[in-house]
């Protein structure tokens, strides 16, 4: 693809959700792949028309600037050369943690097909929400199964993120916290005598999150948390003039 040279990632704008740590500007996004698919009636002399779109984004950074996460990327322009919008209403935002040694993460973002008739791709701008630096703080919290269907905690820094235990019950403990899964960076159950239940993996969606454990939850006394009371995150922006459509 006829790529244009890398754009550094953008300087905040003053009350954004972004605040930018000092080597921000050696993360990179680029346009690098696009995917297109085509659909053809059976019946009648129809053309062949473009049923999907697809971009694939790399954020990439040298070693010394290795950010926390990515966010999904958002697409903020895109035409086809017969005139049409291709910008999709974004959906859900999911968090991608950068792990290990990674020097770049993909990130895949839709838009609108093309219409019929057209050849190029136009004026494609956007950017990716990286996660430079985030703030942790540990709590535990005892007795969880008590607070179950509470509407607070008890405790300051988790209050203020509104999280709840929704249940605890059988091997799983439910909870809900503003940003969900996203604002904890650690969950761990303890036994009085200090050992820990078995994670057995999880899942949820929105605020709400499942975590679920080997043995039942009832054999807790404490949970403790890691959880991310602030990030710091920069739009890390994208852009390609032109590319012809196969």
């Not at 291709?86 to 968090?95: A, E, M, N, Q, Y």
């Not at 799983?172 to 078995?198: F, M, P, Q, V, Y």
Request: glycine residues 8%; hydrophobic residues 35%.
């Amino acid at each position: 693809l006829p790529l244009k040279p890398p754009v550094v990632a953008q300087k905040p704008e003053e009350g954004k959700e972004q605040a930018v740590a000092g080597d921000a500007n050696d993360i990179k996004a680029d346009v690098v792949k696009i995917a297109v698919e085509k659909t053809l009636g059976l019946q009648g002399d129809s053309e062949p028309e473009y049923s999907a779109l697809e971009l694939t984004i790399q954020v990439s950074w040298p070693e010394a600037s290795k950010p926390y996460a990515a966010k999904s990327a958002v697409l903020t322009n895109i035409t086809d050369d017969v005139g049409n919008d291709l910008v999709r209403t974004p959906g859900s935002s999911f968090k991608f943690e950068i792990h290990g040694s990674q020097a770049q993460k993909q990130l895949r973002v839709r838009a609108k097909p093309p219409g019929r008739g057209a050849k190029e791709l136009l004026d494609i701008r956007g950017y990716v929400p990286v996660v430079t630096s985030v703030d942790k703080k540990t709590v535990e919290l005892e007795n969880i199964a008590e607070l179950a269907g509470k509407e607070a905690t008890g405790n300051p820094v988790l209050d203020k993120m509104n999280f709840k235990v929704i249940s605890a019950a059988g091997n799983s403990l439910k909870i809900e916290a503003d940003g969900g899964n996203d604002r904890i960076a650690s969950l761990e159950l303890l036994r009085k005598d200090g050992s820990k239940l078995r994670r057995r993996g999880g899942q949820g969606f929105g605020d709400q999150y499942t975590y679920d454990f080997a043995e039942p939850v009832s054999e807790a006394s404490t949970c403790r948390l890691e959880v991310i009371v602030s990030e710091h995150v920069v739009k890390v922006p994208f852009s390609l003039e032109r590319v012809r459509l196969p």
